[in-house]
Nanobody, 115 residues
């Protein structure tokens, strides 16, 4: 079993920054994908950024140049540095891990960007 715990959400003004963290624990294998997804009210969950086992990072077009995904393998932790936040970034942000055909999700952390 895998557990994912996110932290770092909050309420900020447009243009400000936040850093999300996700700590993974449990039966974690070296070959896996980890990522951040978000879901705004009334919208489908969407991928924000993800990193493959080979270290390849992909970003949604809407966050390129503003968000940075990073990881600390020793701590089984991934981060999402979010700069120049916009009101449209408001959503619940979820950490996700995929390995061996299984998908795991964290409980989510709310990010609210006020104009």
């Amino acid at each position: 079993q895998v557990q994912l715990v996110e932290s770092g959400g909050g309420l900020v003004l447009a243009g400000e920054s936040l850093r999300l963290s996700c700590i993974a624990s449990g039966s974690i294998f070296s070959i896996k994908t980890m990522g951040w997804h978000r879901q705004a009210p009334g919208k489908q969950r969407e991928l924000v950024a993800a990193i493959s086992s080979f270290g390849i990072i992909t970003y949604a077009d809407s966050v390129k140049g503003r968000f940075t995904f990073s990881r600390d393998n020793a701590k089984n932790t991934v981060y999402l540095q979010m700069n120049s936040l916009k009101p449209e970034d408001t959503a619940v942000y979820y950490c996700a891990l995929s390995q061996r055909g299984m998908n795991y999700w964290g409980q989510g952390t709310q990010v609210t960007v006020s104009s």
